[in-house]
């Protein structure tokens, strides 16, 4: 029996001691032991620690910790970490850190008992310069091989990073280690699914992941077929395994693989070859191209708006639904300029003069950072007469903002730009050499 468990619930405190959070407990535990108090008539030297644990800032001890599916423990970067804490350190003996990454293995196992979860791992951060979106978790326990990046040698179903997660009924397996995942936008997988998505529609998902909305659209949506676009080959893996999991016949999905850029320009050639040259010979769809395109990277999809906008039936258009992380002061501002892009793209395949960009809506998903909010625009894309919203289109426009009905406004109205579509200003999040969005990758859009 370990005498140094401290068996009160955190929440409350019947024997005069303060009350822990269970992440104190945990540290409490740990320190007990390796500080080798064992002895329960010790009170001074427990009392001492107790205290020390309660003077750590929030940053290193975290009142509660986030759950990742249901046996999965994350902790934050910088938590309990010798690291970034001399305080922290410094509760512990001298040279209790000199066996490395496994120093910790004791806090982890208690941490993991207490939480009643088998893995703890360590939040990392996702390069924004990168193309392929690797995650930067990495595990604490339970002890596994490692390659020299400090991952798992083996993955896929049954590895050490291994998880699946389940949302709206739709089981989401990937590796941690390799594969990100995002909790915070289930709101917005809901909406695609069950509200935007309809069935018997074409759909391509230019950044498909793991499914995060490729599978919402099949299971909720019942979409005829999903184009499902993904760079990072290991959550190409994943996708083709959750679709199998999701019991999604093949004939419903097809994965490409690699830079979307360039896979829909192979795959539209295809197409085109199959249809005996006709635009856009999108597997039954009538007109060539896709109804609806999800363009779910952050934190600009810029780069993929040209081929979203080329995928589009060329018959009657359809819909763009564009994530962004975007000033919460710019947004309608950004909105505009988007839409005058996206026309810009049309004219550059060849749309006639009839097509319009008119953003219908901009969903607010969640806050990215102080004054920023992560956005989606649902814009449609196609010939006037094809506009299938609320807004009354004047002959002259191609582009507009639809401000959506309010106790001022009963029947909403269309922002149209005051200057010529060609010189609306750029938001401070448009990509740039020179801005706060500068991923020389995602400007280069044109794939040879």
């Not at 917005?188 to 935007?196: A, D, M, P, S, V």
């Not at 564009?322 to 810009?344: K, Q, Y």
């Not at 750029?426 to 991923?439: F, I, R």
């Amino acid at each position: 029996m370990n005498n140094n468990r401290i068996s009160h619930d955190p929440a409350l405190s019947n024997d005069g001691q303060p009350s822990l959070t269970t992440v104190q407990r945990a540290l409490v535990e740990t320190l007990l032991e390796v500080n080798n108090v064992t002895n329960q008539e010790q009170e001074q030297e427990r009392s001492i620690l107790v205290s020390k644990v309660l003077e750590l800032n929030m940053q290193t001890c975290p009142k509660k910790l986030e759950k990742l599916g249901d046996d999965t423990l994350v902790i934050p970067p910088k938590a309990l970490h010798e690291d970034h804490d001399v305080t922290f350190r410094s509760l512990f003996p001298t040279d209790y850190f000199d066996n490395g990454p496994t120093s910790l293995l004791l806090l982890w196992k208690t941490l993991a008992r207490l939480y009643n979860i088998s893995r703890v791992c360590r939040r990392g951060d996702i390069d924004p310069d990168s193309k392929i979106r690797h995650s930067g978790h990495r595990i604490l326990f339970p002890e596994c091989e490692l390659n020299a990046n400090g991952i798992p040698v083996t993955t896929g179903p049954g590895s050490p990073g291994w998880i699946t997660v389940t949302e709206q009924g739709i089981a989401q397996s990937f590796d941690l280690t390799r594969v990100m995942f995002s909790r915070g936008n289930i709101t917005e997988k809901i909406r695609f699914g069950q509200t935007l998505v309809q069935s018997e529609e074409l759909v391509l998902d230019l950044y498909a992941g793991i499914g995060y909305y490729t599978l919402p659209a099949l299971i909720k949506g019942r979409a005829k077929h999903v184009y499902a676009c993904e760079w990072n080959a290991e959550a190409a893996a994943c996708l083709r395994t959750n679709l199998v999991d999701n019991g999604i016949s093949s004939d419903r999905c097809t994965v490409l693989e690699g830079d979307c850029r360039t896979s829909m320009q192979l795959q539209q050639q295809l197409w085109n070859q199959k249809n005996h040259g006709h635009h856009h010979g999108i597997k039954g769809g009538g007109g060539g191209g896709v109804d609806r395109v999800s363009l779910g990277l952050l934190p600009s999809s810029e780069g993929g708006w040209p081929t979203a906008v080329s995928c589009l039936r060329n018959d009657r258009g359809g819909w763009l639904h564009v994530h962004g992380n975007v000033p919460v002061s710019e947004r309608d501002t950004w909105a505009l300029w988007l839409c005058s892009r996206l026309i810009s793209f049309a004219h550059n395949v060849n749309y006639d003069e009839q097509w319009v960009a008119i953003c219908e809506h901009v969903e607010r998903v969640k806050s990215f950072a102080p004054k920023i909010d992560h956005y989606v625009a649902d814009v449609f894309v196609g010939p006037r007469q094809c506009y299938p919203g609320n807004a009354t289109i004047g002959s002259e426009t191609r582009v507009g903002l639809f401000v959506q009905p309010n106790d001022n406004d009963k029947n909403g109205r269309l922002v149209v730009p005051s200057c010529p579509v060609d010189q609306i200003p750029p938001p401070s999040c448009a990509l740039s050499k020179d801005g706060v969005l500068h991923q020389q990758w995602m400007m280069e859009q044109e794939v040879s």
